[in-house]
């Protein structure tokens, strides 16, 4: 059974050395893009081939690692998002039919994020983008971003919201005061990217973008950023935000959800409970929760799916999401 994983990541030297530049804003989760993962992000040849042969994984849709491009300088940004896209089309025409991409897109210049988004898509053949939530202090429901937003739904094209660590003052209240090491990883992949991009996606729904854009599709990783786990006090939103369409409506018809590495059959069976059989997306989360063994593989093949479900997770919806082959 095809398998294509929807969250795979990439870096690239010139983003690193963006990200260190005094007017780029910091982003303290770059520290773990060091040493073997550092490698493994930056190779789009036979190194990842490879693993991605080891794993069971056929297609790999690439991404730009967080925070992606969105605290960097407004020049910055936009020469770097036509590269890294380029790249990401270079590679899917080196190895056809193993690659495919998501746009990174130049946030902090909000006139040009849906032009270079159109570019990707019509011109380069990119599936979609992958945003890191808020750039600097604007939340993705921020009214700069709308053109954005209305862009994605003309083109058709899903969004993936991605964690990033939180804002500082968020920092400092909540996941700090214990030592360096444990403050960095419950601002991150401890509890604070998770909060943080399912929080993107809530806004999005109580601001009512999904009122005015019914065809707006997102994606969440890992699982659903905590959000499907609290979907009975989320629907709360409904009556204090004046909603046209339910939360529990949203979640169905606008939301997809993957698995970002996170094998458990029990977090499956949750998500197949509230979103269905035909929004369930797979991933592996490379090459941070890449585990040898052919785990990707084993999962697929254990999951409680029946035969035409399991196809759908791995690659049919994905397929019906983006007219891909």
Request: proline fraction near 6%.
């Amino acid at each position: 059974m095809r398998l294509i994983a929807v969250e795979e990541h990439l870096l690239t030297p010139e983003v690193r050395a963006a990200w260190a530049d005094p007017t780029s804003a910091p982003d303290p989760a770059s520290a773990f893009d060091v040493g073997e993962i550092g490698r493994r992000l930056e190779d789009l040849g036979e190194e990842r081939l490879r693993l991605m042969d080891e794993a069971g994984v056929d297609v790999q849709v690439l991404s730009l690692t967080t925070p992606g491009l969105h605290n960097l300088a407004p020049d910055r940004a936009v020469e770097l998002a036509r590269r890294i896209n380029d790249r990401i089309a270079e590679t899917t025409t080196q190895h056809p039919g193993r690659f495919q991409g998501f746009a990174a897109l130049p946030t902090s210049v909000p006139d040009e994020a849906p032009r270079e988004l159109e570019r990707a898509v019509r011109d380069l053949g990119l599936k979609g983008t992958m945003l890191c939530g808020r750039t600097r202090e604007r939340n993705l429901d921020h009214q700069d971003f709308r053109p954005l937003l209305e862009h994605a739904a003309a083109l058709g094209v899903p969004l993936f919201i991605h964690p990033q660590v939180p804002q500082r003052a968020v920092c400092e209240a909540l996941y700090a005061g214990i030592s360096p090491q444990v403050d960095l990883a419950l601002s991150a992949y401890g509890l604070g990217w998770h909060y943080e991009a399912g929080v993107q996606f809530v806004r999005l729904v109580a601001a009512g973008v999904f009122d005015r854009l019914p065809g707006l599709q997102v994606i969440l990783g890992h699982w659903g950023e905590v959000v499907l786990f609290y979907i009975e006090r989320l629907a709360a939103l409904d009556r204090a935000a004046g909603l046209q369409r339910r939360l529990a409506e949203v979640v169905r018809e606008n939301l997809y959800i993957t698995a970002s590495g996170m094998f458990s059959e029990a977090y499956l069976r949750r998500c197949f409970e509230i979103v269905g059989p035909d929004r369930l997306l797979f991933s592996t989360d490379y090459p941070y929760q890449y585990r040898s063994g052919r785990e990707a593989r084993g999962f697929l093949d254990r999951v409680p799916l029946n035969e035409t479900d399991r196809a759908k997770f791995a690659h049919g919806n994905w397929e019906r999401l983006t007219g891909s082959s």
